[in-house]
Nanobody
């Protein structure tokens, strides 16, 4: 089992920044992919960004250039730096840990961007 705990969400004005963190514990190892997903009310959960064990990153078009995903394997932590936030970024943000045949989610953290 892998447990994931997200933090760093909150209320911010448009144009502001937030940094999300997700700490993994349990039966973890470094050869995994981390992902950040988000789900707005009434919508499906979509991938925002992900980072592989080798540090390769990918982003959804709507956040590329504004968000940065990074990881610290020693701390078993993945981060999402979110800059130039927009009201449409409002959602619950979830952390995902995945490896060969294994897939775990955090409980989510709310991000609200006011206009």
């Amino acid at each position: 089992q892998v447990q994931l705990v997200e933090s760093g969400g909150g209320l911010v004005q448009a144009g502001g920044s937030l940094r999300l963190s997700c700490v993994a514990s349990g039966s973890t190892f470094s050869i995994n992919t981390y992902g950040w997903y988000r789900q707005a009310p009434g919508k499906q959960r979509d991938m925002v960004a992900q980072i592989t064990a080798g540090g390769f990153t990918s982003y959804v078009d709507s956040v590329r250039g504004r968000f940065t995903i990074s990881r610290d394997n020693a701390k078993k932590t993945v981060y999402l730096q979110m800059n130039s936030l927009k009201p449409e970024d409002t959602a619950v943000y979830y952390c995902r840990w995945s490896a060969i045949g294994r897939n775990y989610w955090g409980q989510g953290t709310q991000v609200t961007v006011s206009s």
